[in-house]
């Protein structure tokens, strides 16, 4: 009960944050969870929470969605999804949270050097980044600071761009919980507190919405950047305690 005393409202912040920025919820809510429960409940918890999360923007913004897009990343994505999550499921618990870990810092400087390439991308290019952006989706967890320039690349902003990636990411997630359900991986109590989570972030996304059109691009990247760095470290010290 302690443990939801402080997850809840977290969850309700990584909602208003993803709501805003478009990302976030997971990498903010991950080391939290990883903590509380330890890495192999916390992802597949995170799974359950990050379908709801992503089901809200998609209500929220249901209007803006561009389908073609969307359904392209998704169509390789959501397949490459399940081999990462087969892949995860495999993994010692300390090895999981370093890799998470190293790979929330080297998203840093490569989201740099993709906003600051400003590279336009076609159907086809999404297609390809989506196969490879959902094997690691499926293997580390959250993927949003990659998936976030590649539907602004293809010219996406605003309530299309939320829409739209929210969309792809719903069934990228869905196909990783498909996994987790065939592996075992997903005891009911597991669902259940996954749900929790997810109205939490629900919560937050649909107090975050009159936030969008008030931040600036600047602000954006700069906090996603920052939860970038905090969850890194977080988990970097998990698994470091964890030898």
Same mark, same amino acid.
């Given at each position: 009960m302690f443990s939801w005393i402080i997850v809840f409202p977290i969850a309700i912040v990584a909602g208003l944050l993803s709501g805003v920025v478009g990302t976030g919820s997971s990498l903010l809510l991950l080391p939290v969870l990883v903590y509380a429960f330890g890495p192999k409940t916390a992802v597949p918890m995170m799974a359950i929470a990050?379908?709801? &999360?992503?089901?809200?923007?998609?209500?929220?913004?249901?209007?803006?969605?561009?389908?073609?897009? +969307?359904?392209?990343?998704?169509?390789?994505? +959501?397949?490459?999804?399940m081999v990462g999550a087969h892949t995860l499921l495999v993994l010692p618990g300390s090895v999981v949270d370093t890799a998470l870990g190293l790979f929330f810092w080297g998203l840093l400087p #490569?989201?740099? #050097?993709?906003?600051?390439?400003?590279?336009? @991308?076609?159907?086809?290019?999404? !297609? #390809?980044?989506?196969?490879?952006?959902?094997? @690691?989706?499926?293997?580390?967890?959250?993927?949003g600071p990659l998936s976030v320039p590649v539907f602004i690349a293809y010219g996406l902003q605003?309530?299309?761009?939320? &829409?739209?990636?929210?969309? !792809? +990411? @719903? #069934?990228?997630?869905?196909?990783?919980?498909?996994?987790?359900?065939?592996? &075992?991986?997903?005891?009911?109590i597991t669902l259940l507190q996954g749900g929790l989570v997810g109205a939490g972030i629900m919560i937050g996304t649909v107090i975050g919405k009159p936030?969008?059109?008030?931040?600036?691009?600047?602000?954006?990247?700069?906090?996603?950047?920052?939860?970038?760095?905090?969850?890194?470290?977080?988990?970097?010290?998990?698994?470091?305690? &964890?030898?």
């Amino acid at each position: 009960m302690f443990s939801w005393i402080i997850v809840f409202p977290i969850a309700i912040v990584a909602g208003l944050l993803s709501g805003v920025v478009g990302t976030g919820s997971s990498l903010l809510l991950l080391p939290v969870l990883v903590y509380a429960f330890g890495p192999k409940t916390a992802v597949p918890m995170m799974a359950i929470a990050a379908i709801i &999360g992503n089901l809200s923007r998609v209500i929220v913004w249901r209007h803006h969605i561009c389908w073609r897009p +969307a359904l392209v990343y998704a169509m390789t994505g +959501a397949p490459a999804a399940m081999v990462g999550a087969h892949t995860l499921l495999v993994l010692p618990g300390s090895v999981v949270d370093t890799a998470l870990g190293l790979f929330f810092w080297g998203l840093l400087p #490569l989201r740099t #050097l993709l906003q600051n390439r400003q590279w336009r @991308l076609s159907l086809v290019q999404v !297609s #390809l980044c989506g196969g490879l952006i959902g094997f @690691l989706t499926g293997l580390v967890v959250s993927t949003g600071p990659l998936s976030v320039p590649v539907f602004i690349a293809y010219g996406l902003q605003g309530g299309a761009f939320l &829409g739209s990636e929210a969309t !792809s +990411a @719903l #069934l990228l997630y869905s196909s990783k919980i498909a996994t987790f359900a065939s592996m &075992g991986a997903l005891p009911t109590i597991t669902l259940l507190q996954g749900g929790l989570v997810g109205a939490g972030i629900m919560i937050g996304t649909v107090i975050g919405k009159p936030l969008v059109l008030n931040l600036s691009p600047k602000a954006s990247a700069r906090l996603i950047d920052l939860i970038l760095a905090f969850s890194g470290s977080a988990l970097l010290i998990n698994a470091w305690h &964890g030898y």
